[in-house]
C-alpha cells in the first residue's frame, strides 16, 4: 500500500472542541486509504518508509472540507439567470434548462463542479440531482467522496417511479468506489411530495438502511403553504411522519420557530446551512447561532452554482460567520474556529460518516488538503483561525489527499484533464440554452 509523510506544516486536527489541537511543525503518515500518524515532527514510527514525501512548511494541515449540499451537475447554469425572482428565475430559467439535461450533460456538469471543488479544497460533498447514474461515475472518475441521492418529486402524483429508481441506484453505487460514494434517498421538499409518498421514502430508506437528503423550510411561502394544507410546519410535519427516525440532511432549515429547533436539536437532524444561496434568492437568514445553542448539528453547503454561484467553502465560511453577527446584532456570534467546525467535522456527522472523515485522527480515511498560509492575504501570522475564516481564499489551497490518493499536487489535478472540462461544459452549456429557447 502506498505511503505519505506530510511533513513541516501546520496540523489542524479539528480533534478538540475549542482551539488547541493544533501541532505546529507536525506531521501526518499516510497508509493505504487511512491516516496511520498524527504528531509532531520526528515521532512517525521508525520503520514508517513513506512512497512518497510532502514538504507542508508554511502550510496548514487540515481536513477535507464537506460540502453538505449542493447539486453539481448546475455548474453548466452558473452565471445564465441571476438578480430574478424565484418563481421567474425557476419556471422561465432553470426548469426548461434542466428539462434538455442529457445523461452526459450530468457526467460533465459534476466534473466540473468536482474540478472547482478539489480546487478549493472540498473532499466530501452532498448530492441531490438526477440521472445519478452519471454523478457516481463523475466521483468515481475525478476521485472525492460523496453521499448521492437521487432527486425525487411526486410527479405524476402517486407515481413510484422515482423510488424504483433510487432502489437500483442505491443496489449499484452504495458503497462503491471503494466505499467513497454512499447513497441516500432524495425526496425534494414537503412541497413536492406529499406525506404519502413521504412515508413510502422513509420505508425504503429503513429497507435499504440509508439516510434521507431533502430541502426544508426554505422560504417564507413554503411555510405558508405547508401550514395551509397541513396545519403545521415543515419540520414538525416531517416529524409527524417518522422521518426523523432515520438519519436526515436537511438543507436551508431557514424559517424556524422554537418548537422546530427544538425537534431537530432532539431528533440529531443534520441541519445544512447554505447562507450564499439564502441571499442570493432573498429567502431569508438561518437560526444558527440559535440551533447551535440548542444543540442542533448544523453544517455548511454551497448548493447549486445556479444560486451562489460557486462552489467554495472558503467563502461560505466567511458568509456564515458575518450573515450571524449581522443577523443577531452580534460579532461574538458564529466564531471563526466553530465555523471551521461546521465545514469539517460537522459536515462528516451530517453525512453520517464522522467515525471515518472530519478529523486528522490515526485510523481516519486521509482526506487531507494543504493550505499555503506564505500569502500577503495571509500575513501577519496572528490568529490561524480568522485567517482561514475571513482571509483565506480557495486557490489557496495547494494539494488534495482524498482516502490516501494524492488527487491534486501544487494546484495540479491529477485524475482528470481540466482543459477537457472545460471545453466540453461550455460546448454543452451552449447547446442547452440554444435548445431551450
Ligand atoms: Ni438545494
Request: hydrophobic share 45%; proline share 4%.
Given at each position: 500500500m502506498?505511503k505519505i509523510l506530510?511533513?513541516?506544516?501546520?496540523?489542524?486536527?479539528?480533534?478538540?472542541?475549542?482551539?488547541?489541537?493544533?501541532?505546529?511543525?507536525?506531521e501526518?503518515a499516510v497508509t493505504?486509504?487511512?491516516?496511520t500518524h498524527?504528531g509532531?515532527?520526528g515521532t512517525a514510527p521508525a520503520g514508517f518508509k513513506p512512497d512518497?514525501?510532502?514538504?507542508?512548511?508554511?502550510?496548514?494541515?487540515?481536513?477535507?472540507?464537506?460540502?453538505?449540499?449542493?447539486?453539481?451537475?448546475?455548474?453548466?447554469?452558473?452565471?445564465?439567470?441571476?438578480?430574478?425572482?424565484?418563481?421567474?428565475?425557476?419556471?422561465?430559467?432553470?426548469?426548461?434548462?434542466?428539462?434538455?439535461?442529457?445523461?452526459?450533460?450530468?457526467?460533465?456538469?459534476?466534473?466540473?463542479?468536482?474540478?472547482?471543488?478539489?480546487?478549493?479544497?472540498?473532499?466530501?460533498?452532498?448530492?441531490?440531482?438526477?440521472?445519478?447514474?452519471?454523478?457516481?461515475?463523475?466521483?468515481?472518475?475525478?476521485?472525492?467522496?460523496?453521499?448521492?441521492?437521487?432527486?425525487?418529486?411526486?410527479?405524476?402524483?402517486?407515481?413510484?417511479?422515482?423510488?424504483?429508481?433510487?432502489?437500483?441506484?442505491?443496489?449499484?453505487?452504495?458503497?462503491?468506489?471503494?466505499?467513497?460514494?454512499?447513497?441516500?434517498?432524495?425526496?425534494?421538499?414537503?412541497?413536492?411530495?406529499?406525506?404519502?409518498?413521504?412515508?413510502?421514502?422513509?420505508?425504503?430508506?429503513?429497507?435499504?438502511?440509508?439516510?434521507?437528503?431533502?430541502?426544508?423550510?426554505?422560504?417564507?411561502?413554503?411555510?405558508?403553504?405547508?401550514?395551509?394544507?397541513?396545519?403545521?410546519?415543515?419540520?414538525?410535519?416531517?416529524?409527524?411522519?417518522?422521518?426523523?427516525?432515520?438519519?436526515?440532511?436537511?438543507?436551508?432549515?431557514?424559517?424556524?420557530?422554537?418548537?422546530?429547533?427544538?425537534?431537530?436539536?432532539?431528533?440529531?437532524?443534520?441541519?445544512?446551512?447554505?447562507?450564499?444561496?439564502?441571499?442570493?434568492?432573498?429567502?431569508?437568514?438561518?437560526?444558527?447561532?440559535?440551533?447551535?445553542?440548542?444543540?442542533?448539528?448544523?453544517?455548511?453547503?454551497?448548493?447549486?452554482?445556479?444560486?451562489?454561484?460557486?462552489?467554495?467553502?472558503?467563502?461560505?465560511?466567511?458568509?456564515?460567520?458575518?450573515?450571524?453577527?449581522?443577523?443577531?446584532?452580534?460579532?461574538?456570534?458564529?466564531?471563526?474556529?466553530?465555523?471551521?467546525?461546521?465545514?469539517?467535522?460537522?459536515?462528516?456527522?451530517?453525512?453520517?460518516?464522522?467515525?471515518?472523515?472530519?478529523?486528522?485522527?490515526k485510523?481516519?480515511?486521509?482526506?487531507?488538503?494543504?493550505?499555503?498560509?506564505?500569502?500577503?492575504?495571509?500575513?501577519?501570522?496572528?490568529?490561524?483561525?480568522?485567517?482561514?475564516?475571513?482571509?483565506?481564499?480557495?486557490?489557496?489551497?495547494?494539494?488534495?489527499?482524498?482516502?490516501?490518493?494524492?488527487?491534486?499536487?501544487?494546484?495540479?489535478?491529477?485524475?482528470?484533464?481540466?482543459?477537457?472540462?472545460?471545453?466540453?461544459?461550455?460546448?454543452?452549456?451552449?447547446?442547452?440554452?440554444?435548445?431551450?429557447?
Open positions: 502506498a506530510i511533513r513541516g506544516g501546520t496540523v489542524v486536527t479539528m480533534e478538540e472542541e475549542d482551539r488547541s489541537a493544533v501541532i505546529e511543525n507536525g501526518v493505504g486509504p487511512r491516516i498524527v509532531p515532527a512518497k514525501e510532502i514538504n507542508a512548511a508554511g502550510m496548514a494541515v487540515l481536513p477535507g472540507l464537506v460540502n453538505a449540499h449542493t447539486h453539481a451537475a448546475m455548474t453548466l447554469f452558473r452565471g445564465y439567470a441571476d438578480d430574478l425572482p424565484l418563481m421567474e428565475w425557476l419556471k422561465e430559467k432553470i426548469w426548461p434548462l434542466e428539462a434538455k439535461l442529457t445523461k452526459d450533460d450530468i457526467y460533465w456538469g459534476t466534473l466540473l463542479c468536482g474540478l472547482e471543488m478539489i480546487k478549493s479544497g472540498t473532499t466530501t460533498f452532498a448530492d441531490m440531482y438526477f440521472h445519478m447514474n452519471q454523478v457516481a461515475q463523475a466521483v468515481e472518475k475525478i476521485g472525492m467522496r460523496a453521499s448521492l441521492s437521487w432527486g425525487l418529486i411526486e410527479s405524476p402524483p402517486s407515481s413510484t417511479v422515482g423510488l424504483t429508481l433510487s432502489q437500483r441506484f442505491a443496489d449499484r453505487w452504495h458503497g462503491a468506489a471503494d466505499n467513497r460514494i454512499t447513497v441516500m434517498l432524495g425526496p425534494h421538499a414537503p412541497y413536492t411530495c406529499t406525506p404519502d409518498f413521504l412515508k413510502k421514502v422513509i420505508k425504503l430508506a429503513q429497507k435499504l438502511n440509508v439516510g434521507i437528503h431533502i430541502h426544508l423550510a426554505e422560504t417564507g411561502q413554503e411555510i405558508e403553504d405547508i401550514k395551509r394544507d397541513y396545519g403545521t410546519t415543515p419540520v414538525q410535519l416531517m416529524d409527524e411522519i417518522e422521518m426523523f427516525e432515520v438519519p436526515v440532511i436537511a438543507a436551508h432549515c431557514v424559517h424556524l420557530n422554537e418548537e422546530d429547533i427544538a425537534v431537530l436539536a432532539a431528533k440529531k437532524v443534520g441541519v445544512v446551512h447554505n447562507p450564499e444561496s439564502n441571499m442570493k434568492l432573498a429567502s431569508g437568514i438561518a437560526p444558527v447561532k440559535k440551533m447551535l445553542t440548542a444543540g442542533c448539528l448544523v453544517g455548511l453547503g454551497t448548493d447549486g452554482a445556479a444560486s451562489n454561484n460557486n462552489q467554495n467553502m472558503w467563502e461560505e465560511m466567511h458568509s456564515a460567520a458575518l450573515l450571524q453577527k449581522v443577523a443577531s446584532n452580534d460579532p461574538t456570534a458564529l466564531p471563526a474556529y466553530q465555523t471551521l467546525t461546521l465545514a469539517t467535522v460537522n459536515g462528516a456527522k451530517v453525512l453520517g460518516l464522522s467515525k471515518e472523515i472530519g478529523l486528522l485522527k485510523g481516519y480515511k486521509a482526506d487531507i488538503i494543504l493550505v499555503n498560509l506564505q500569502k500577503p492575504h495571509l500575513y501577519p501570522h496572528h490568529d490561524l483561525f480568522a485567517h482561514l475564516v475571513y482571509a483565506a481564499q480557495g486557490s489557496d489551497v495547494e494539494t488534495v489527499i482524498i482516502d490516501g490518493q494524492l488527487i491534486m499536487e501544487n494546484k495540479q489535478v491529477l485524475t482528470v484533464d481540466e482543459e477537457e472540462i472545460l471545453f466540453e461544459t461550455q460546448k454543452r452549456a451552449v447547446r442547452l440554452i440554444k435548445n431551450a429557447k
